[in-house]
């Protein structure tokens, strides 16, 4: 489904980015695993080591312009182009709000949003000039209906949807597609670390009664990155068994 495409993964280390990542190479892409860490970069290479030269892996500052402007450089000089880019790396929280210390509620934003706004803003130059791409942003579930603790999570995420929908309305004539993928809970490392008091009860309500696996969003992923979804744009797609209400 993305013959020849070249896409860029944020957070694709783990969970439901390396699920997208492995996806997308099944489906004949070429895929740019960004990670935090050069160790967690390898790994990843390493466990798709069957798709060797059709990957390379990078770990910028992603809340740095320049060091993100020099890694998609040397994507386009190394692949030849930048069609897809999933804004995917995200940090949760569940902090109560009189007890975020100093810089936490910013860091969080910083990965949620400050990264997402400045990743599109590097890819949009290569876009542009291909008048073709794709720009994906992974929301989330609370991004509907908040959540009780962590108030800095969907905050982001809300924030995620407007960027969404707005650069849709922007980067339309230049025939650049963005779209978001809203997961309800999945089952990867973000979700274990969270206390069970908080996961338990939102599981209990969920209509299809699971959690939903990598896959299950990766699939979304491959939907709205592929030409079956040529007219979806501004789109918030949610993944989440129904949600819970
Ligand atoms: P995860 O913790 O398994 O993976 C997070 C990824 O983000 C990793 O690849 C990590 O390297 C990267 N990352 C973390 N901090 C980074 C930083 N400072 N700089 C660069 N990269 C960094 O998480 P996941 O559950 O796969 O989450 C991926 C996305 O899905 C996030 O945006 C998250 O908010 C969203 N999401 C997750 C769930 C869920 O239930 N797991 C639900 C809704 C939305």
Redesign the pocket.
Known sequence: MLENKVAII?????????ATAKLFLENNAKVVV???REE?VNKALDNLNDYKGKILGFYPD?TDEDSIRNVFKEVKDKFGSIDILIN?????SSTKIEDYKNGEFERIIN??VNALYMCSKVAVDYMKEQNEGVILN????VSIYGQPSGCAYPTS?FAVNGLTKSLARELGKYNIRVNAVA????R????DSLPKEIIDPIINKIPLGRMAE?IDIANAFLYLASPMASFVTGEILSVDGAGMN
């Open positions: 944020t957070g694709a280390t783990r969970g439901i980015g390396f960004f990670g935090s967690t992603l995917n790396a995200g940090v949760s990965l949620n992974t929301s989330s579930m995420k997961p309800g809970v999945v990867t490392d973000m979700v990598p």
